[in-house]
């Protein structure tokens, strides 16, 4: 299996080590995104809709640096601090995504990584 780096300004720089997404034969794998300002690389706010927004804007400059957008997103798996805000979530969907969503989980954990409120990964899969 030959891995190419997908790598973009436009999205926050990993803050470990590990690639922003990487594209395979079929498929484009988007390491969990925070909600990251790329410029500051800290939280963008400590309400939860503005790190969303954040999430998604992250998510849509990486699908736009692998030559793709958020609606070509197949898979997303979705962790939460907190699951009462699933019903946020929900509702800023459709904000982003037009119809047919992509498939999805929705996790809650105990921690993200910088005390993040929401992390969103996602898989494209290549035409």
């Given amino acids: 299996m030959r891995k190419i780096a997908i790598s973009t300004n436009e999205a926050p720089r990993p803050v470990g080590n ?5 594209s395979t034969q079929n ?8 909600g990251l300002e ?4 800290r939280i963008c706010s400590s309400e939860f809709e503005k790190q969303l ?5 992250n998510l849509s400059a990486i699908c736009e ?5 958020l609606d070509d997103i197949a898979k997303m ?3 939460l601090s907190d699951l009462n805000n699933t019903q946020t979530l929900n509702l800023l969907i459709p904000k982003f995504f037009n119809s047919p969503y992509p498939a999805r989980a929705v996790v809650g954990a105990s921690k993200l990584p910088l005390d993040a409120l929401v992390e969103i990964d996602a898989i494209i899969e290549k035409a």
């Avoid at 790329?38 to 690389?41: D, E, I, L, N």
């Fill in 38 to 41: 790329p410029k500051t690389g």
């Fill in 53 to 57: 927004n954040q999430v998604f804007q």
């Fill in 18 to 22: 590990y690639s922003q997404a990487i």
């Fill in 77 to 79: 798996t979705v962790y």
């Fill in 65 to 69: 640096g692998s030559g793709h957008t």
């Fill in 27 to 34: 498929l484009i794998f988007i390491s969990g995104q925070i």
